[in-house]
């Protein structure tokens, strides 16, 4: 399809553990970013690439959490060492510049 | 630092009946402003944007919105809720240059009672 894409979309997995999470943005986006939403709470910023620049980091909780964007497409989320408070839903979204962004439907990720 | 604030955490209404979401924004410059929607297990989908010209936007499945400068404000409406509108409506700001990372609000739950 021609929408933002997102693997898995549920994830279990036991504390401690590391978790990669996947997005495919849509083709010729220049801008990818990752958000987090909680339970009953809006979209917490995680992080922003746009381009070949460096990507703004700003919202990412803690050292447990790093991303990286290959080739301006694909993007994958690490969570290392994951807590009982990493549990939420990601989401993806992917935009042209300051063009309204195009949200892929998340993985949901329980931490045990 | 721009900011977004939704007032409303909850609204019910009845199906059939007029709608309108409140949102209120800060920003330095002129703002762009969305709002979205988001059903249950699904990702958000923009329903209608405003980045410059008429203040009254139209959107998707039947909305709009109007933006007010002098109250900062970009409030959703709808003249007769279906049903299937039930949903979290989020307002966003964001710029137009620079960083383009948009500011959502905590959200809006709709509720519809037939």
């Known amino acids: 399809g021609a929408g933002v894409s997102q693997s898995p979309s549920n994830k279990v997995t036991e504390k401690g553990k590391d978790v990669e999470l996947r997005c495919d943005p849509i083709?010729?986006?220049?801008?990818l970013y990752w958000y987090r939403q909680s339970l009953g709470q809006g979209l917490e910023f995680l992080i922003y690439f746009q381009g070949n620049s460096a990507p703004d980091k700003s919202g990412l909780p803690s050292d447990r959490f790093s991303a990286e964007r290959t080739g301006g497409s694909v993007s994958t989320l690490t969570i290392q060492r994951t807590q009982q408070e990493d549990s939420a839903v990601y989401l993806c979204a992917s935009s042209l510049g300051a063009q309204p962004q195009h949200f892929g439907d998340g993985t949901r990720l329980s931490i045990l | 630092a721009q900011s977004v604030t939704q007032p409303d955490i909850h609204i019910t209404v009845s199906e059939g009946a007029s709608l309108e979401l409140r949102c209120n924004y800060s920003?330095?410059?002129?703002?762009?402003l969305f709002w979205y929607v988001q059903s249950p297990g699904q990702g958000l989908q923009l329903l209608l944007k405003?980045?410059?010209?008429?203040?009254l936007v139209q959107g998707i499945k039947g909305f709009e919105a109007e933006f007010k400068r002098s109250q900062s404000s970009f409030n959703l409406r709808k003249p007769s809720v279906h049903w299937s509108d039930a949903a979290e409506y989020f307002c966003?700001?964001?710029?137009?240059?620079?960083?383009?990372?948009?500011?959502f609000g905590r959200g809006t739950s709709l509720i519809v009672h037939p």
């Open positions: 920003y330095g410059a002129t703002p762009y």
């Open positions: 083709s010729g986006h220049t801008a």
């Open positions: 966003a700001v964001g710029s137009s240059g620079g960083s383009y990372i948009p500011t």
């Open positions: 405003y980045f410059s010209g008429d203040t």
